[in-house]
């Protein structure tokens, strides 16, 4: 089975177990509403997919409450993301090719289903692994030595252009925010199967590492890429919004570089596994490189 086939097969039982769920295990059926909105407003379902693909690399039979774990990460993120875009953070109109859930529903209703989205997933987190070590996992990753963190770096150092060339403020602020839960996919997934082998242990580290950094350096390339077809335009988009990140720090040509390295790295590490999918994970990229 390739990554195309994984997809295939998973996003649909994710996108079921998601709909399902929050449908019928939520009493106040208009908050359940507001949460399903943005949950099901069309993600890559990304995370869950890393959380099950590194369970499959590891020789895991992947059954239904594998399935409740991912998408207690996919509530999360998507938590994560409807507070990200709030007026008092990003204070974005859309997502997902959909008005934000603040715009939809209102600001209140935002942060409460926000609110919702983090307990519920921890909750699916916890029942679904019946595993400690993953709740540890997944709580750290989120918290304010994790993603929130990041977010708070990266809120206080907006507008501040003393730290426009800090390159080490801007990647640990990047990997806060976004590697972190990435990361956090992966080892969940090793904690799950209790992998005992060190080299596959380093090699999937060595994974979520490249990964969970490219990401955030992929996606505002994309940006860029996607529009505008005078490169340098959304450079100075970020810039004029007073954004701090990898490519207002290194430009494109430079970002794109730092890019491939680390797909190199990942791809390299994950040689020593006959499964292909994680390193295939590496192809979203291919309409940057
Ligand atoms: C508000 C506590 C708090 C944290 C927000 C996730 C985040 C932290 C900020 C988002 C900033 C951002 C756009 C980062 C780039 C990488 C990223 C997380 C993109 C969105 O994730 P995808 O591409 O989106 O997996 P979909 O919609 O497919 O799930």
């Known amino acids: 089975m390739n990554l195309t086939e994984f ?39 990304l995370r869950p997919l890393i959380y099950l693909a590194t369970l499959k690399t590891l020789g895991h039979q992947i059954e239904t409450s594998d399935l409740q774990t991912a998408c207690g990460i996919e509530l999360i993120h998507t938590y994560s993301l409807i507070h990200d875009d709030l007026p008092a953070m990003d204070n974005d109109d859309y997502r997902r090719g959909m008005p934000t859930s603040h715009k939809k529903w209102g600001e209140a209703e935002a942060i409460l289903a926000g609110d919702a989205l983090l307990p519920l997933g921890i909750q699916w987190i916890a029942e679904g692994s019946r595993n400690i070590t ?18 708070y770096l990266d809120i206080d150092s907006t507008n501040n252009s003393s730290v426009k060339d800090n390159n080490e403020f801007i990647s640990q602020m990047e990997w806060l925010k976004t590697g972190c839960l990435l990361q956090a996919c992966v080892e969940m997934a090793i904690a799950k199967v209790k992998e005992k082998n060190a080299d596959k242990i380093a090699a999937l580290k060595q994974f979520a590492y ?46 794109r570089q730092e890019l491939i390295d680390l797909v190199n790295q990942g791809r390299s590490a994950l040689k ?16 940057v490189l």
């Open 7 to 45: 997809r295939q097969y998973f996003t649909p039982l994710i996108n079921e177990f998601l709909e399902t769920h929050l449908k019928e295990d939520i009493n106040n059926k208009k908050i359940g509403q507001i949460m399903a909105y943005s949950v099901m407003a069309g993600g890559k379902r």
């Open 134 to 151: 993953e709740v540890e996992i997944i709580t750290q990753a989120v918290g304010p030595n994790g993603m929130v963190g990041g977010q």
């Open 210 to 255: 490249t990964f969970g950094r490219s990401y955030q350096i992929y996606d505002d390339l994309v940006d860029v890429v996607e529009s505008s077809q005078e490169a340098g335009k959304a450079t100075h988009k970020d810039e004029a919004e007073g954004k701090n990140n990898t490519l207002t720090l290194l430009g494109i040509d430079q970002s």
């Open 272 to 287: 020593i596994f006959d499964e292909p999918i994680l390193a295939q994970l590496f192809d979203l990229y291919q309409k």
